[in-house]
Each structure stands twice: as C-alpha cells, then as structure tokens.
C-alpha cells in the first residue's frame, strides 16, 4: 500500500532523455500461471549527458528474476530496484542491458500491460503500460527499433502476433511454437502490441497509391467471423481516403486488427498491430446499431490515420497527447463527413462538446488542451484533450483554408517524420506553411475554459448599415484565474425575408467580393470588437457561428420569430438545427418555470408549429430531419442550467417529459403518417440514405409510443418484426420507456432469451435498462449487476450498467435520498482495486457535484468518503482530489 501521496508531474520540468535504447529484443514465454520477458536492450548514454548520470529504467509489478550487463550478470547491490523503477548507478556510455521479468498476466485485473481477455493475450500499452511488460525508458521520447519472440502453446495459441513483419516461426519441443516479428520503424513503447490466441482470420488487400499491396487481416474469435466485413470495408475507404486527402500512404505490407472483448477503451494504434474492443469492430445487422455501424467505420478510420499523426510523427510526452489525438479526431471526423453527411457529423460532434466537454471545462477537472500538470496521464484521455483538441485544429483548417492547411500537414509530416514532437510544432509548421501568423491562437491550447461570446446586433434603416458587436470572456477554471481574448473564427451570414443577403464590410470595395458573399468567417480576437456591414437594406437575423465554426458558448438574443426564420431556411444546416435546440430549450425552461410554479404546462405553439414545419419540409435530409425534432438531452439541459445556476434533475426531466407529450400529441398525424412512410422491412443496408430513413422513422416511433398505447403496440410490433438491431432495439426502447410493465418485462426478458450469446447484444440489452427513468432503477441496476450475463471485470459491462446508471440516467443517479451516489461510490471503490482507470472514468459524474441544486452535500460526502479509503490508486486519488479542492 502506497503511504506517500503520489507525486504531481509538470510540463516546466520535461528534460530530454539521458540514454536512448537504440534496439530492442524482447522474448515472450508464454504460460498459464506466469510469463517470463527477456529484454535485450542497446543503451546509449545521449550526447552531452553527464557519464555520472544514471540510468533509471521504469518497470512496475515486475518480479526480477536476472540481469546482465555486456555479458555480465549483476550482483544484488549493484542496482536498486523499487516500485516504480530499476536504477543502475554507473553505466558505460554504450552497453547492452539483458533483464529476464516473470510477469503474471493471468492475473492482470488492470487491462494494461500484458493480460489475458478470455482465451487470449493480449497487451494495453498506452500511455505507461509497457512498464509492467519489462524494464523500460517508457516514455514517448524514447524510440526504439523492435525484435520479439513471441512462444506458447501451440493448440491453444494458434496465432502469435506483434508489431511489424513477420520473420521467423519455429515449432518447439513441448508442444510449443514461437514467431518473432521485425519492425523496421523505430517507435515509443506505447505503440508496442503483442497478441497470442486461437484465432480465425478475415484477410484481403489493399493497393497503395504507390502500387504496393498491403496484407489486411482482422483477427477475431471464430464465431464472430461473420462480423468483420463493415469494419474491413472502413479500412480500405480509410487507406483510401488518407492518400487522398492527405497524401499518406500506408508503410508497411501487413496491417493487422485483432478484437478484444476486454478492453479499457474503444481501440488502440499499435504499430500495425491495431488491438480494438470488440464493440468498436464488429458488426453484423443482427447485433449492430446504425450508431454502432457509424462508430465502427470512424474508429477503424481513427485508428488507422494515428499510423501518421501518433506513429510515424509521435508525442514528445504526455502534455502533448492532443497533438496526436486532437488532430486525429480531425481527421476522423473529415473522413466520416466525406463518407456521409458533413452537416449530421457536425450535429452529433458538437453535441458531444456541448454536453461532456464544456461541463469538463466548467468543473473541477478543467484543464488546457495541453495540459501543464497531471498526476496520473490515464485521467487525461478527455474530452478536452480529443473533441476540443480536434475543435482547435479545425479552427486552424478555417483560418488557413484547406489548401493552405494541407501545405501545413504536409510540411508537418515531412519535417517531423520519425521524431518526437510537440504541439508547437505542429503550429510552427501551419505558420511556416501558410505564412499565417497564429501568434495569439496559441492560447487555445494553454487556456482551459469554454470561451463565453456575447452577441448583439443593431440595424440603421437610413444608413442601410447592420453593426455587430461581439464581446467575448473566458471564465475563471481550477488554477487560472486570469483569461486571455483568444482567436474566434466566427463563421457567419445575414438572414433576410427571403434568404441571405450580400455582405459587405465598411470600408470593402465591392471588388474584394468572394464568389459566395453570403458567407463569412469573421475573426475575433480582442475582448469586444464591432463589424459593421453596409447595404443591407432589410433588419437581418444574424445566423452565427455556422458550422460551429468555435468551441465557444455564444449568446444573442434571438427571439422566437429570429429563431423559427434560421430554422426554416438558413442557408447553414447547422445553424438551422442550432436555433430548432435553441427554440426547443426556451420552451423546455418556460414549462419547467411552470410546473415550479404548480400551473399547468402551456407548450409555446411556435414550437408545434416549427417542428410541423420541419416534418413537413421535403428539401431537409430525413437524418436532419431527426436531428431537429429530437429534443435536447437532459445532460445538456442541465449543463445549460449549470452554467447559470444549478440544475434541477428532476425538473428539468418532467420539463422536457411533457414538452415531447405535447409534440406527441399535438402531431400524431405527422408521426402516423411519417412512420407509415418510412416504415420498410427491406433487408438491411447501412447506407447514409437507409440509416437517415431508419433514424426518422424511429423518431416518429418514439413520439408514437409516448403518445398512445396504439403506438406501443406498434413499437412491440418492430421489436418483434424487425431484421436489423436498429430497429428491434428502438421498438424495444420505446416498449421499454412507454410500455406497461407487463409488456416491458416480457419483451426484455424475450430479448435476452433470443441474444444471450451475443455479447454485445446483450451488453445493449443491460445499457437500456440501466438508463430507465423508473421509480424502481437503482434496484434494477442492482439486479443487472447479479445477472449471469454480467461481469465486474469486463469495461463492457461496467461501462453498460454502472457507467449508463451514472450518467445516462439523471433522475436516478440524482435520487433525493442520495442512493445513486452511494451506489457509485461503492462500486468505484470495489473496481479501484481491480481496474483503476475505469474506477477513475465512471467517478466523472460526481465531480460535477457543485452543479445540482440541493444534492451538492451529498455528492461531495460520497467523494470525501472515498478521499478517506487508503491505497487508492493515483488515478481515483487525482480525480477525487481535484473535484474537492
Ligand atoms: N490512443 C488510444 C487511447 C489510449 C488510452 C490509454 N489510456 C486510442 C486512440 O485514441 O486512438
Ligand atoms: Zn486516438
């Protein structure tokens, strides 16, 4: 049990590493109850390091068991070994260090490092997990060039796998055999990958632009053969498109994946040894949702492109980490949005943003993009770091435009490739690139907080002038107290009767008019600043931050009317869907003032109307379409509702409760005749225009069953008649939420019955259910818990019951009597001892205690309960702090 309090590392204090490990061979004996890891490694002292300077390799849980140095095996007292790290006091300036570690995979509750996930092994390394395969300079700094024996038992480890080509196989006495493999690209431990299994293959082939064949192989359990074609077909489009739009091709003849039913998170980019979660990979109509089909193809994508920004152009340490994952989001999210529609791409990402990161950025875990402090980096795997990392970067590919902001990764890549780099770097080489000075932009990655934009606009009918003035502010965030303007590009236009007007700005000549003059990205950069356009010869509605063109908070006082005319036909999707949340959120806060009042709720019939509108609309995407007849979630309503005060849960749910009963109602006609449309039984597709159907017509479903018991015979019906997951699972949703409990239970316990081998079927099937807004959910939770069907040490599961209870779940997570939070507790205190980063990522909701009115007290006594357990890990320990402090 750790007795210090774990320490506090700072970006100030990066130093260079003082050897390099050149070469690294490392062999595997795999077994049951134990491995041993021989490490061969060529250490050289780096220039204009001190020879005094010692050598101080990381290494955690590992049982020592020799070491030689050049042919010489060290005596006890010759070296010091404690938790963390193995210390050689004098070494030469070149020398080869040979240790031999027995590990114990078997047992290895963590995922990191070297584990077992059912019948296999397989390894976590990312961030500091290579520190519990063998003695190390993990740190991303230190590349190396990879050899790794990999031996086992023959029958049941059929396949053994690991970064790079494959070079030798041998079978051995004993019924084993072993394979080393050979990466010819030097790399950062975190990208090391080793895998050992019984396994059955899906194979094909990729060309490269360069003419070279490229051997795919995604490796899987057998009886998911039948799940990998969606997730083969990604990778190509993904190869594809990279060479494309980014000009990178792939490197190497063999790109391999290998699913995991256990795994901390989605998947990993191992050096073309991709390991992923096997929720993130496979897929069949059967078992996968259009989500599900969707986070398949932009995963597999994400993964892929990290072979570029991550693999071959790494982090030089952890504060960099959005380096990699900021820009890869970007590209992810550019892939997915040529792959189907950029407008729903961008819906969902900055719904995403808006609900989770600006709540991160407004709690007591805010942090930069680029942190400058952390005690655990497992913790830092955030919101912040990825969504509003990739927002920064998309920022910059606005400012620059996409010619000039390719000439900037091409430049980046070319001047980095192989090395270990920064965030600036990746500026320097837009600036170099582009001749664009983003000077001041780089407060966006050393300033936390979500900026707040005020808005306001005034029309002189004589002058013919429209004035904008815009202020902007960033609030205080834990540890910063004074905030900076920071570079806003603020995509904009001018609504008008009968569409958007030309824009001019006092002072342009009319020459200087781009081909669309409707359209502008305007840059803020000071606390407030006026733009004044001229020639407008009607009051405009200003249809601002199109494209979400910032990660900032914007305000301006539309009024309803503002609102319905951007809903009803700017010329920005996004926008358009912006102000139909923005109206649905007014309506949604009047009820809830209403019914704290004791009046009856009276809906705003400018909503009805707008959503009728909307319905009606045969120009908008069906996907579009849904989008803006789905109210907003109530996590964003209360992030809304925190922001100004705190957030009332169960207000905010009866609220938005019985705004949806009144569009049910007041529309049913619509919603009949929309699912009498778009209802189909065609086999299945998961193309954009048969997931766009699919997403309407269970929108309508949804608004059927709330409103009628009619409309939940018919869900019953789709639950039963259904030949794809989409739409069993959404029949399923709406029996569950509007059902009677008789039809609830019997069509749950029917849909475990048929899927109970289908482990993400039934994962799906407990996730539904923990989010239940019944009187009776934390028992049911609890229930789920002692099923069969559940485990504590698959993340899966965890993420499925406690996970979706947490934070999909507010009114029960929020109960009055505190039993939610009690609950979380408990089990984060449970899973500390097993599995610290996932005990860490399912606290999130109770750091947000300073939000909630009237259960603050309770939540942070939970918090101070678990701040009083001894022997937490340094990842509960941080997050438990911060939210305290
Ligand atoms: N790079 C990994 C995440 C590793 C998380 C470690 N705790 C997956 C990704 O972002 O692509
Ligand atoms: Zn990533």
């Not at 109509?285 to 071959?312: K, L, M």
């Amino acid at each position: 049990m750790r007795e210090a309090q774990p320490a506090t590392i700072y970006l100030k204090d990066y130093e260079p590493p003082a050897y390099r490990i050149e070469q690294t061979q490392l062999h595997f004996a795999l077994h049951e109850d134990y491995a041993l890891v021989t490490a061969t490694l060529s250490i050289a002292r780096t220039a204009g390091a001190p020879e005094t300077q010692a050598l101080v390799l990381h290494g955690q849980a590992l049982k020592l068991e020799s070491i030689q140095l050049d042919g010489n095996t060290l005596g006890e007292g010759t070296y010091v070994i404690d938790e963390a790290s193995l210390t050689l006091e004098a070494v030469p300036g070149e020398f080869e260090l040979r240790t031999v570690v027995r590990i114990e995979p078997q047992n290895n509750t963590s995922l990191e490092g070297l584990y077992k996930s059912r019948t296999m092994f397989c390894t976590q390394c990312e961030a500091e997990g290579f520190r519990k395969i063998t003695y190390f300079l993990d740190r991303p700094d230190v590349m190396s060039i990879y050899t790794v024996t990999v031996e086992a038992d023959a029958a049941r480890y059929p396949v053994l796998l690991s970064n790079g080509n494959c070079v030798a196989t041998e079978a051995l006495a004993s019924g084993r055999h072993s394979a080393t493999w050979h990466d010819p690209f030097p790399k950062p431990a975190y990208l090391f990958a080793l895998v050992a299994g019984d396994l059955s293959v899906v194979e094909d082939s990729f060309t490269t632009c360069s003419g070279r064949e490229v051997d795919l192989k995604i490796f899987v359990e057998p009886k998911d053969l039948d799940k990998c074609d969606h997730a083969m077909d990604s990778l190509k489009r993904s190869m594809r498109w990279d060479e494309e739009t980014f000009g990178r091709e792939y490197d190497l003849d063999i790109f391999n994946i290998v699913a995991v039913d256990d795994f901390n998170m989605g998947a990993m980019e191992n050096k073309s040894l991709n390991i992923f979660n096997t929720s993130c990979v496979l897929a069949s109509p059967d078992t996968t949702t259009d989500a599900g089909y969707q986070r398949v193809e932009s995963i597999v994508a994400h993964e892929y492109f990290h072979n570029w920004s991550g693999n071959r152009v790494t982090c030089r340490d952890w504060f960099q980490l959005s380096l990699k994952e900021g820009f890869t989001v970007f590209r992810d999210a550019e892939f997915s949005s040529d792959m189907g529609s950029r407008t729903v791409k961008r819906v969902e990402d900055v719904t995403v943003l808006r609900t989770s990161q600006f709540a991160e950025d407004a709690g007591p875990m805010a942090h930069p993009v680029r942190p400058d402090s952390f005690i655990e980096i497992s913790n830092f795997y955030t919101v912040t770091v990825y969504e509003k990392g990739a927002e920064v970067v998309r920022m910059i590919h606005t400012l620059l435009g996409a010619e000039s902001f390719r000439r900037g990764s091409d430049l980046y890549f070319q001047r980095h490739d192989g090395q270990a780099v920064t965030c600036e770097d990746f500026v320097l080489a837009m600036e170099d690139a582009s001749g664009v000075d983003l000077g001041l932009f780089r407060r966006w990655y050393s300033q936390a907080g979500t900026p707040e934009v005020s808005a306001s606009g005034v029309y002189d009918e004589e002058a013919q002038t429209y004035t904008l003035t815009v202020a902007q502010r960033t609030p205080p965030t834990p540890g910063q107290t004074d905030k900076q303007p920071v570079v806003i590009p603020l995509a904009m236009g001018l609504l008008g009767d009968a569409g958007n007007l030309p824009l001019r700005l006092e002072g342009e000549l009319p020459d200087t008019e781009t081909s669309d003059n409707t359209h502008r990205v305007l840059t803020v950069d000071s606390a407030e600043q006026r733009f004044v356009f001229t020639g407008v010869n009607e009051a405009p509605v200003p249809s601002l931050l199109r494209g979400f063109s910032a990660p900032v908070r914007l305000d301006y006082p539309y009024t309803r009317k503002d609102l319905q005319a951007l809903i009803s036909h700017d010329a920005d999707g996004f926008v358009r869907w912006d102000a139909s949340q923005q109206l649905a959120v007014q309506v949604i806060m009047d009820v809830q003032a209403q019914l704290d009042a004791g009046s009856e709720p009276d809906v705003d019939p400018l909503l009805i109307d707008s959503v009728a509108a909307v319905i009606a609309d045969t120009s908008l995407d069906p996907a579009m379409v849904a989008m803006m007849v789905t109210l907003p979630g109530e996590n964003y309503l209360a992030e809304l509702a925190s922001h100004t005060g705190q957030a009332d849960v169960d207000g905010i749910h009866a609220a938005r409760d019985s705004v949806r009963e009144a569009l049910a109602s007041a529309l049913s006609e619509q919603w009949q005749s929309l699912f009498g449309r778009l209802h189909s039984v065609e086999p299945y597709q998961a193309s954009g225009p048969e997931i766009a159907r699919r997403s309407l017509c269970n929108a309508a479903l949804g608004y059927l069953s709330a409103d009628s018991v009619d409309g939940v015979e018919l869900a019953l019906a789709q639950y039963h008649g259904a030949n794809n997951m989409t739409d069993r699972l959404a029949g399923l949703q709406a029996v569950a939420y509007f059902g009677n409990d008789v039809q609830r239970d019997a069509a749950l316990a029917d849909c475990f019955d048929k899927w109970h081998h289908e482990a993400l079927v039934v994962n799906q099937w407990l996730q539904l259910q923990a989010m239940l807004p019944l009187e009776d959910a934390l028992s049911r939770v609890q229930a789920l818990m002692a099923h069969d069907a559940f485990d504590l040490r698959n993340p899966n599961k965890v993420r499925a019951v406690i996970g979706a209870f947490a934070s999909g779940n507010p009114v029960n997570f929020h109960r009055r009597d505190g039993a939610g939070y009690r609950f979380l507790r408990e089990q984060v205190a449970v899973l500390d001892g097993m599995n610290p980063q996932i005990a860490s990522r399912l606290l999130g909701p109770l750091t947000k205690w300073r939000n909630y009115q009237g259960r603050g007290d309770m939540m942070r006594a939970e918090l101070e309960e678990l701040a009083a357990v001894s022997g937490l890990s340094p990842d509960v320990f941080e997050v438990v702090s911060r939210s305290l402090a």
